[in-house]
């Protein structure tokens, strides 16, 4: 065919050339060029012309008809060109048409010749060519949109060569067994870097900066395996790993919480095909896939990776060779087979298969006895009615609870449609609890709402963290964890008992310690972003979802449904903020259906059994639900960190100080909590701390404003307007917190309860239920008192006595002494404020603490009107207080000898009141400026009082700056009636400087340590870091004062931004860190007082609990608590105190390079301020050091 493609003017010298009646042959394209070249070139005669045109025409129409035929069958996926005859061309004359081409006899295609046919073949392969071209792009794009949807199993490794190693054993022809591969992996794992390597050197801010990160998708993989996602964690650490920018964001914790995951699931695989050898089993192949990884990160594996790799050959039974290559390996890295029992806590069936692996290698190997820590000691009522609106709202709630449930499968849906992406989302802490249990949660928080809203940040940081308190206590209960320590603790039960037989030396710390092994594994709390994006999902599903008819918001109202919860803003303290509050129809609601119950988290109520004892710093308090033994704001780390870096004996102090606190037994005084009842349930009463309902606060004006209203009378409106607002919230709050308080007193009314205890970051100790315990009010404290009773002994009564006069605080000038006589001669009244309370002559409400008074005045009675008083069971807490204990500290440090004095460490006659002695003070001050002709100081003649002075005195110890001080003046002048108001600011101005020069003058020594403390502070600050230190009972300290660093979340209803002022990362706040300093050590130092008191009122078989420096026991054990208060206050300050703080922050903040600001720190550092001639033992006989 192709010899017979000619071009136009061949084919038309080919007519003219070809004889009468011999066949010719037209290609597609060739019998057209014929006809139209013979035309050209011919000089036929007009009769041929016509007769050749009409053939041409007729030969043309056969073409496309043949053409039309093609194109109608696409189909065929091939043409077949046979010969084709055509007929001669006809004589001249002849008028005949050529005859038609022959068609083979399959019919399958069309035959033709010419260039026609040519062309038609070209067409159709190359509409064959494109169809395939796009049946393949098709085919890609659909492999590629399968592959987004799998998860990755198989990594993208940034190491050529590791790479290459992979692909050749994923594809080699026998594969090498995987035992091989992973003991050629160990073999070639990197060495293990420096402690300075792995966390990078100097720039600690940037490696601070991906923690945030790094917790949050550690936290995502360890739910990830939690909840049996398994395959999607590993997707996530390898598309996480691909990323080569990203490769510092991994850590080996990271590997190895998805390498346990692997290893455990190789349980189920081994039992199903334990009996194939060299073949990647199970999950083993995703194994050996993390372990590449490790490798290709530069990481090297520790004690926890070496532990999956071998519970995973010890589930599938391998051969002792591999085993033996991999603890070889192991300990050449200088990790001991010893450690992988005792260093690691490990669940049942993994130390199982571990142990069934090391027999494997070594049959003798036996594994060491669980460490047990030395004892080394480091020196709301029950419903009352039934109302419609009840039904109505269970109806509501049921149908609430239903609706949450698909809705919360939907937002789990969509969570885990943006996990599959590959980035860290919420499903996997979606799937912790069931959708009832969220939805249950959810509808608590609803009812608990008040009728104010609650910002959205707030009840999302709630939420968060009740959800992560609910998975722990889960887990916990899932695991055999709650019977092992159901068994370990009722024997520890036995030394708490009243009838024991113990031996008294040994501490609960210890005696716990000794019935076993160590606790499991504590759960890593989550990132605080986790926990506000999760709450924050969880409130806007809440909000989206619970909808009620319109017809219970008003009467004329239709089954239209409408939402119970509104999401607003508003301005608090000039910041706008998102408030979610509910709709005034359903608060109506609850109202009427009148509930009386109430729901808490298991961690905000009292306990009904002795609290755990201390043992580190993520075990002790609650049984179950996870406590913290140092309170810091969410997100903050540093002082856990410090902590666990922190050698366990030098926490036994704080930690058996804290047991001991928890252990003391409490009980409700139940004749006050009828009384307070009485009043709370009839709108309260203010004056004696019974807050009254938000109803009774007073009312905005209701007239409307003329429309001619000035601008100065709208203003003068919107302030009342805004301070009755205020009013109000603040009443509720208030109201709110007793509702709280009173229902629990109610509950626990007949109930022996305990409250554990924790510490802040300076050390102080805080009861860990918040609602009710004895750090409260006035009223808080009454209605609490000893559940152990005591006898009165021979001194018990007068203590009783002397307490009650303390309370009035009409006797602070006064011997002890004079305090008692004056008790007697008020007997009488002391009697009738017993008996009659409410109707009698209300002696008890004229005093400092009215309902504390009122308590001791019952006890009293019960105590005279014994046969016997000294034989009389008192559970009343007798308090004695530290006088002006800051100064207290700070004279001791400084050995000042006029300090001392003023705030009683020297015995006298009389107790000295430090506030009156600088009230005196400013006085003279005063009267000098007057006689020079100051008009201020003429204008404050007879206004300066004790009261005027007292807050700036008492607190100018614990930092406070010259403004807040004339603040807290300003304060007091304008509670007095009868003075100018038009000279508060001068006089205030003038008070705060002869109240801070008055007490330059009375403690030098005092002001000179403050200004050491704080200076120091400031250089440290300048240098870039916090300012550390470690209290005498050894508890390590850090201020978390940094600049603040803004975190947001977006999306959903709200964007929330919070700030924290705890991120390490940032720069610290110079200024609070200086300003902070002296107070928190001073604070430091009156906790490590406590402790001391604590532990050795403890040996003496005293009951003991403290309100910071207000120390509480017994009545008959009064004078041995001073005792044991005073000797270990003077052994506390025989401590070389400040220079040990010297030394301490010159290792710590001069060690390294001498800059500028190293060298002046250094200098300051070093220049510990000179102490004065105080003999500290004159502190041991001094009866109002403490009173």
């Not at 295609?109 to 190359?126: C, I, T």
């Not at 190997?365 to 004892?375: C, L």
């Not at 239209?560 to 608060?587: C, D, E, N, T, W």
Request: glycine share 6%.
């Amino acid at each position: 065919m192709s010899a017979l493609r000619w071009g136009r003017g061949a084919a038309g010298l080919g007519w003219a050339l070809w004889p009468a009646g011999r066949p010719i042959l037209l290609a597609e394209e060739g019998a057209l060029g014929g006809i139209w070249g013979y035309r050209r070139s011919s000089s036929a005669s007009l009769c041929e012309q016509d007769r050749r045109r009409d053939w041409g025409h007729a030969e043309l129409l056969e073409v496309l008809e043949a053409r039309v035929r093609q194109l109608q069958a696409d189909h065929v996926s091939e043409v077949s060109m046979k010969q084709v005859i055509l007929a001669g061309i006809p004589e001249a004359g002849d008028s005949q048409p050529p005859k038609k081409a022959q068609v083979g006899d399959d019919g399958a295609a069309l035959g033709l010749n010419g260039r026609w046919a040519q062309r038609l073949d070209e067409d159709k392969h190359v509409m064959q060519k494109r169809k395939q071209q796009l049946d393949a792009k098709r085919k890609q794009r659909a492999e590629q949109q399968a592959r987004k949807q799998q998860l990755r199993v198989e990594p993208q490794l940034l190491s050529e060569q590791l790479a290459d190693h992979l692909q050749r054993w994923e594809h080699s022809t026998p594969r090498s067994p995987w035992k091989d591969q992973l003991a050629r992996l160990l073999q070639e794992a990197p060495k293990r870097l420096s402690h300075a390597e792995e966390h990078g050197p100097v720039n600690r801010i940037s490696r601070m900066r991906h923690e945030g990160q790094q917790q949050r998708l550690l936290a995502f993989l360890e739910c990830c395996v939690l909840v049996d996602q398994l395959p999607l964690a590993h997707h996530v650490l390898v598309t996480e790993h691909s990323k080569s920018r990203q490769k510092g964001v991994l850590t080996l914790p990271m590997y190895n919480t998805v390498l346990l995951g692997w290893a455990r699931k190789e349980q189920t695989a081994a039992m199903l095909q334990r009996h194939q050898e060299g073949k990647s089993l199970g999950s083993f192949k995703e194994l050996v896939y993390v372990f590449f990884m490790m490798k290709d990160a530069g990481l090297a594996p520790d004690l926890l990776s070496y532990a999956a790799a071998l519970q995973c050959m010890g589930r599938l039974n391998q051969d002792a060779s591999t085993i033996q290559r991999c603890l070889k390996k192991m300990a050449q890295d200088g990790l001991q087979l010893e450690e992988l029992f005792t260093s690691l806590r490990l669940y049942k069936e993994d130390k199982a298969a571990l142990l069934r692996a090391v027999h494997k290698a070594e049959p003798t190997f036996i594994p060491p006895q669980p460490f047990v820590p030395s004892s080394q000691v480091n020196t709301s009522p029950l419903l009352r009615e039934i109302y419609d609106k009840r039904k109505t709202l269970q109806e509501l709630r049921a149908r609430w609870e239903a609706e949450l449930c698909v809705a919360l499968r939907q937002t789990k849906a969509s969570e885990a449609r943006a996990a599959r992406k590959g980035r860290p989302s919420l499903f996997p802490y979606l799937c912790l609890l069931s959708e009832e249990e969220f939805a249950q949660l959810l509808l608590q928080t609803l009812q608990a709402l008040s009728s104010q809203g609650e910002s959205l940040l707030s009840l999302a940081q709630q939420l968060g963290l009740r959800i992560f308190n609910r998975h722990v206590v889960q887990r916990k209960l899932l695991s055999d964890e709650v019977q092992a320590l159901q068994q370990r603790y009722f024997k520890y039960l036995r030394l708490l008992a009243s009838d024991t037989q113990e031996a008294v030396d040994c501490l609960p710390r210890q005696y716990w310690e000794a019935l076993g092994a160590p606790e499991a594994p504590h759960e890593q709390p989550w990132p605080f972003p986790v926990l506000v994006q999760l709450g924050k999902q969880l409130a806007e599903v809440l909000v989206q979802t619970v909808k009620m008819p319109d017809h219970l918001a008003q009467r004329q109202g239709t089954c239209r449904l409408i939402p119970v919860l509104y999401h607003v803003y508003s301005f608090r303290s000039f910041r706008q903020i998102g408030i979610l509050k509910p709709h005034p129809a359903f608060m109506q609601l609850l109202e009427t259906a009148a509930l009386r119950t109430m729901t808490f988290e298991a961690a905000e109520v009292p306990m009904l059994c002795p609290p755990l004892p201390w043992t580190s710093p993520h075990s002790g308090a609650f049984l179950l639900s996870p406590t913290k033994l140092m309170r810091s704001m969410e997100g903050t780390m540093q002082h856990q960190r410090l902590l666990e870096g922190c050698p366990p004996t030098e926490l036994h102090g704080a930690l058996d100080a804290l047991t001991q606190l928890g252990n003391c037994a409490w009980r409700v005084n139940g004749r006050v909590l009828d009384l307070v009842l009485t009043l709370f349930t009839n709108k309260g009463c203010p004056r004696l701390g019974v807050p009254a309902p938000a109803s009774e606060a007073p009312r905005p004006p209701e007239c409307r404003l003329p429309a001619d209203a000035s601008p100065e009378r709208k203003t003068e409106l919107r302030r009342e307007l805004a301070r009755c607002l205020k009013m109000a919230r603040e009443m509720h709050s208030l109201w709110t917190d007793a509702l709280y308080r009173l229902s629990l007193a109610q509950h626990l009314r007949h109930s022996v309860f305990w409250l554990p205890h924790n510490m802040d970051f300076r050390g102080r100790t805080y009861p860990c239920p918040p609602h009710f315990n004895h750090l409260g009010s006035d009223l808080a404290r009454a209605l609490l008192e000893f559940a152990q009773g005591r006898p009165l002994g021979p001194h018990g009564l007068d203590w009783l006595k002397i307490h009650l006069v303390n309370l009035t605080g009409l006797k602070k000038r006064e011997t002890l002494q004079a305090r008692l006589a004056f008790a007697d001669e008020m007997m009488e009244d002391i009697l009738d404020s017993a008996d009659q309370p409410m109707m009698g002559r209300k002696w008890w409400m004229e005093a400092d603490e009215p309902w504390q008074a009122l308590a001791c005045c019952m006890e009293i009675a019960r105590a005279v009107r014994a046969p016997n008083p000294a034989a009389h069971i008192s559970h009343f807490p007798v308090h004695q207080d530290g006088s002006c204990n800051g100064l207290q500290h700070y004279a001791a440090l400084g050995r000042d000898s006029a300090g001392a004095v003023s705030v009683n460490l020297v015995p006298s006659d009389l107790p000295q009141d430090v506030y009156s002695s600088v009230a005196a003070q400013v006085e003279v001050f005063r009267r000098q400026d007057a006689e020079r002709g100051v008009q201020v100081a003429q204008v404050l003649e007879g206004f300066i009082s004790r009261k005027v002075v007292k807050q700036t005195v008492m607190t100018v110890v614990y930092g406070v700056t010259r403004y807040g001080g004339r603040l807290q003046i300003e304060k007091r002048l304008r509670e007095l009636s009868d003075f100018p108001q038009e000279f508060v600011w001068q006089a205030s101005h003038y008070l705060v400087r002869q109240v801070f020069n008055s007490l330059q003058e009375m403690f030098s020594g005092t002001r000179a340590i403050q200004h050491w403390l704080a200076e120091s502070a400031r250089l440290i600050a300048h240098t870039g870091f916090a300012v550390e230190w470690v209290t005498p009972l050894g508890i390590p300290v850090i201020q978390p004062y940094h600049q603040d660093s803004k975190v947001l979340i977006s999306g959903g209803i709200q964007s929330l931004t919070f700030s924290n002022s705890g991120d390490t990362s940032q720069k610290p706040n110079t200024l609070k860190q200086k300003n902070g300093f002296p107070p928190n050590f001073i604070h430091s130092l009156d906790s490590s007082h406590m402790m001391l008191t604590a532990l050795h009122c403890y040996r003496k078989g005293l009951t003991f609990v403290s309100v910071h420096d207000c120390f509480w026991t017994h009545a008959a054990d009064v004078a041995i608590m001073n005792q044991v208060c005073r000797e270990q206050f003077v052994r506390l300050h025989s401590q070389p105190i400040l220079h040990d703080l010297s030394r301490f922050l010159v290792e710590r903040f001069c060690s390294g390079s001498r800059s500028t600001d190293v060298t002046k720190l250094l200098d300051m550092l070093l220049s510990v301020p000179k102490t004065g001639t105080f003999n500290l033992e004159q502190v041991k006989h001094s009866t109002y050091f403490f009173s």
